[in-house]
């Protein structure tokens, strides 16, 4: 091929891109090339974008201990095939940015979670359909046994039986079938694919019962598919007996009682007494009989036919295998003139397990469909963290959904939500929960919520938890100011940003002053919907100062020195942290929660309770407490922070 025209138009970047990507299979393949799909754009503008930081902290598809487990692909996998499989979790790794394209998966979904017996006839069909691109790919790159070959058979024929489950008459399909699910049944059914149906065919008759793993090993061709194949096997395997045919053949015809012997000198051969060997030698029987070794008491002979089937047996089992070799690079270069076919037929089981698999999570979780559009909503009631409401039901116990509603055009909500409340109490778990219902929905997912409406977006961001990078010269506290920076230099008006704890890895009023500041930019800068969980409760102000800023908090009780914790969010700031009933809990030794408890009294009777902002020696923040305000006058990046000289 001398052009790319034909897939498309390409810069000259992709071009290199895809040169580079041929030179390397070429190398690491050692000439053979693997059944590849025609190259296709899939830019940032197609998919939402998540940094890598965001990836790790979200536990996407491994959790922070790399292992799937604890994993958001781990709790909503139902998949049966290992191309559903790899579909599902690239799917969760790319969500869609197109409502349209989003919604279509999201009617298969809904489709197959009405209609349960399909949902379950197809998943009983799939458990037989095994890795059909996996398996082509090793038969393209010459690596392929007999069992791809078998793998494909498999797959085809579990193809065909699922498109007769939906054909059958009554069959309950209705309402009919999404697009996506027709389109996915047509490509695996055999009828509408001639050159798949001879294929198929030709793996039928072929294919023995007891497959070896390669071709190299032979005894996968099954009987009566080849003629000369099929004597080689007899020479191979029944030479006993066609050596007792051929000995009373010679007895018969000569006269004279004989027997054929085989040693590692003469091969075989035809042994008799002296005395009747004198026939053997004398004509006409001479002519047959070739004489070659006398002993004492034996005469041995040979014959043309004797010695042609000494040289056949020796080199049957030879013969046999250079056959298979050859019947098997027969069915393997059709294997690759049907890739294309092939994989088509893979994708499309893929689709069908992926959408099957979510509706039986859905089932099984309470999911609801999510409604996308183009605005700039985030309205969730009712929301769960799907990964931890599963460890906590197998504990027994119940996980206590929240909502969360937030806007960009402060409609349906604020455009940012501070979240205070005590450790343990829920603040990551809850930031968390909302940002991967906004992967599940536009990955094409059910979520686990009440209700759920969502205008799509186009980056999402995460900085949560505490981590160094040693190896690149960062403390904690550098690794999380470089990860707030990329949020604030990318974040968008149709971006999702959850922060948890900004500024907590220095000191107390420089940490405030970054939250304070972050929360600003990200309120009148990025302008973008937002999350921001922290200790500083004095930033709870700036739902008085900010047009668009709401206070959530995570609620809790003490009882009897005790703390409750009721995992709820609820309207405004929490009043204090607990964070001397948190070392409790945990265990630190009673003599120190003591005295941490005498300490704490101390200071707040000597900060005459008020708030830190009022002590801090480097800010004045005049707090005003009430409805209104005249916005026009809090201009300045830091608003109503005022140096003092």
């Known amino acids: 091929m001398d052009t790319l025209d034909g897939f498309g138009q390409f810069s000259g970047a992709e071009v290199s891109a895809l040169g580079l990507i041929a030179a390397h299979l070429e190398t690491t393949q050692a000439g053979k090339t693997p059944a590849l799909s025609p190259p296709r754009r899939s830019g940032e503008a197609d998919v939402m974008t998540i940094d890598p930081a965001t990836r790790a902290s979200l536990e996407i598809e491994r959790s922070l201990s790399g292992a799937r487990d604890g994993s958001l692909l781990a709790v909503i996998d139902r998949t049966i095939t290992a191309p559903g499989a790899r579909l599902l979790a690239a799917r969760l790794a790319r969500p869609l940015l197109d409502p349209d394209l989003i919604n279509a998966r999201l009617d298969s979904v809904a489709w197959f979670l009405a209609q349960r017996t399909s949902r379950e006839d197809l998943r009983a069909s799939l458990r037989g359909f095994g890795d059909m691109a996996r398996a082509l790919s090793r038969l393209a790159l010459g690596r392929g046994g007999p069992r791809d070959l078998a793998g494909l058979r498999a797959g085809l024929s579990a193809g065909e039986t699922l498109c007769a489950q939906f054909a059958r008459p009554g069959s309950p399909l209705t309402p009919a079938p ?75 015809d000569s006269g004279v009682a004989l027997k054929i012997r085989h040693n590692a000198v003469l091969g075989y051969f035809v042994e008799t007494t002296a005395k009747a060997a004198e026939p053997l030698m004398a004509a006409p029987l001479n002519a047959t009989f070739i004489h070659r070794q006398t002993l004492a008491n034996q005469v041995r002979f040979t014959t043309v036919e004797l010695a042609e089937l000494d040289a056949r047996i020796a080199q049957a089992g030879e013969r046999a295998l250079a056959m298979e070799v050859v019947i098997f690079e027969t069915w393997r270069q059709a294997a690759i003139g049907v890739a294309d076919k092939i994989q088509a037929a893979a994708q499309a089981a893929a689709i069908l397990d992926v959408a099957s698999a979510l509706a039986e999570w859905a089932q099984d979780a309470g999911a609801c469909r999510p409604v996308l559009d183009g605005s700039t909503a985030f309205d969730a009631v009712g929301a769960r963290h799907p990964v931890v409401e599963a460890a906590v039901k197998r504990q ?28 343990m109490a829920g603040k990551s778990t809850f930031l968390r929960q909302n940002a991967l219902l906004a992967i599940l929905a536009q990955a094409g997912c059910f979520v686990p919520a009440v209700s759920f409406r969502l205008g799509v977006v186009d980056r999402l961001f995460s900085r949560v938890g505490a981590g160094d990078d040693l190896a690149r010269g960062r403390s904690t506290f550098m690794a999380e100011m470089v990860e707030t920076a990329a949020i604030l230099t990318q974040a968008t008006p149709r971006s999702l940003v959850i922060l948890d704890e900004i500024g907590r890895g220095t000191a107390t009023y420089d940490g405030l002053a970054i939250a304070w500041a972050c929360a600003e930019a990200l309120h009148e800068t990025n302008r973008c919907r937002g999350l921001f969980a922290t200790h500083y409760h004095e930033l709870a102000v700036l739902e008085d100062r900010l047009a668009h800023v709401t206070n959530l908090s995570l609620k809790a009780k003490e009882w009897n020195g005790d703390l409750i914790f009721l995992h709820e969010t609820r309207p405004g700031p929490a009043d204090r942290s607990y964070g001397v009933q948190v070392a409790k809990l945990a265990g630190v030794p009673p003599a120190v929660v003591a005295r941490a408890r005498e300490v704490l009294d101390r200071l707040e009777r000597e900060a005459g309770a008020r708030p830190i902002w009022r002590a801090c020696p480097y800010f004045r923040v005049p707090y005003r407490r009430r409805r209104g305000l005249d916005l026009a006058r809090w201009r300045s990046p830091w608003l109503s922070l005022t140096p003092t000289v």
């Not at 497959?211 to 029944?238: I, K, M, N, S, Y």
């Open 178 to 252: 999404p697009q996506a699910i027709i389109q996915a049944l047509e490509a695996l059914n055999l009828a509408e694919h001639p050159a798949l149906v001879d294929f198929k065919a030709v793996l039928d008759a072929g294919l023995g019962e007891d497959l070896p793993l390669q071709a190299r090993d032979g005894g996968f061709v099954a009987p009566g598919v080849h003629a000369e194949l099929d004597q080689a096997r007899a020479l191979r395997d029944d030479s006993r007996r066609v050596i007792l045919g051929l000995e009373a053949q010679l007895a018969a």
């Open 396 to 423: 027994g116990e119940a996980f206590t959904p929240n909502d969360c509603r937030l806007d960009g055009e402060g409609q349906v909500g604020a455009r940012l939500a501070i979240v205070t409340g005590p450790n």
